[in-house]
C-alpha cells in the first residue's frame, strides 16, 4: 500500500484522529473532502472507509466507498478490540480492583491516574 497522506495543517480535532478541512464555510472530514473532490460524489447510505486504518490519512488510494452498515460493523469491531485489551498502555492489567469507568465509558487504570494526579499537583 502506498504511503498515507497526512497533512500537518490539518490537524486531528478531536481524540477521535479525523483530520478536518474547512471549505467554504463547512467543516468536512478531510478524507470525506478528498475522496469528493478526487474520486466523486458519495452515494446516499455509504460512507468513506480508510483501508489504512489512519483516521488522519486522506491519500485516494486508501479511501473506499463502504455500506453503511457493513462500516458500522467495522467500527463496532474496533470498540471491541478496546474492550478486549487486557493492559493500560503502560502495561497495568485491567482488573476490577485497578480499573474504573469514567463517565464517557472509558476504562481508566487507577494506577496511572493516581500517578498523574501525583505529577500535577507537584508541578502546580
Known sequence: MSECWIDPKLKPHNRSGYSYITFEYHKYRG???????????????????????NRACYNPRHL????????????????????EKTHCKRGHEFTPETTYVDSRGYRKCKTCVQEYNRNYKRIK
Open 31 to 53: 478524507h470525506v473532502a478528498s475522496y469528493r473532490t478526487l474520486k466523486g460524489d458519495i452515494p446516499e447510505g455509504f460512507d468513506v472507509h480508510h483501508e489504512c486504518g
Open 64 to 83: 473506499s466507498l463502504v455500506d453503511h452498515r457493513e462500516h458500522a460493523k467495522e467500527h463496532d469491531n474496533v470498540g471491541r478490540f478496546q474492550r
